[in-house]
């Protein structure tokens, strides 16, 4: 009951918020929108019609760049990549920077959600192109999936806590999209898990990537609550269908 309470007031208070976040980006409204991930192992064949919309995850665009697929409408990154105090931190997300993987690149909007506590932002680190920038707070990211989803279990602690991948695809459904196809998204460690990085010498065979269990129920939820959503990566199979069938 006292969690039942606390979600309702969030959502109170940020009902404007997230009223004005539909707003602004109605655009992506039954639309098929295509989301790209930064893993290498990204399905080119989908990128065949303009009207599509590009939606790439933290340094993807460079990969849809690099490969003249298309022009990237929207951008989704988490405040992680862009905190100055956090974003060097990590290796999977200070290459990004250090190695201006983004520099010059059309982002189109640029939406920076909190995961953590995450607050420090300055989306110039990504040294990109950017028609507008929005934040989406803890608890609007929370509201959002759990409006999506229709249970509150994903999202709900470290332990739950889905990626920026997934998250975007949650929110380009909360938007209203027709379809969702997603490529470049693995939940097996590969010996190169980025397009942007060198490929590793280390053995990853039977290594989950992070977020993986969290970002398994939160695929299948949304495929067995009749979301059109497709998979373009084999990780993600087992979680589209229920029989074997294409």
């Not at 009951?1 to 007031?9: A, D, F, Q």
């Not at 279990?153 to 938007?175: A, R």
């Not at 980025?194 to 280390?202: M, Q, T």
């Amino acid at each position: 009951m006292k969690y039942l309470i606390k979600s309702y007031v969030k959502r109170l208070i940020n009902f404007k918020n997230i009223l004005k976040l539909k707003r602004d980006f109605r655009f992506i409204n039954q639309k098929k929108i295509i989301i790209v991930g930064s893993g290498p192992n990204l399905d080119k064949s989908i990128f065949n019609n303009q009207e599509n919309i590009i939606v790439s995850c933290n340094a993807s665009a460079g990969n849809v760049y690099r490969s003249n697929l298309g022009d990237v409408k929207l951008t989704i990154v988490d405040n992680e990549l862009i905190d100055k105090k956090i974003a060097f931190e990590k290796d999977v997300r200070s290459n990004i920077i250090k190695n201006n993987v983004l520099k010059g690149i059309n982002l189109g909007h640029l939406i920076s959600v909190q995961s953590n506590h995450s607050k420090d932002l300055d989306y110039t680190l990504l040294k990109g192109n950017i028609d507008s920038f929005t934040k989406i707070s803890k608890n609007m990211r929370k509201i959002i999936i759990d409006s999506v989803l229709g249970t509150s279990i994903v999202d709900k602690d470290n332990n739950s806590l889905i990626s920026t991948g997934v998250f975007s695809i949650c929110l380009c459904l909360f938007f209203g999209a027709r379809q969702v196809v997603f490529s470049g998204f693995t939940l097996f460690k590969e010996k190169k898990e980025h397009f942007y990085e060198e490929p590793e010498h280390i053995e990853t065979k039977f290594l989950t990537r992070n977020h993986s269990l969290a970002d398994s129920v939160a695929i299948g939820i949304l495929k067995m609550r009749g979301f059109n959503i497709e998979a373009k990566d084999r990780d993600f199979y087992p979680l589209m269908n229920n029989w074997g069938v294409e």
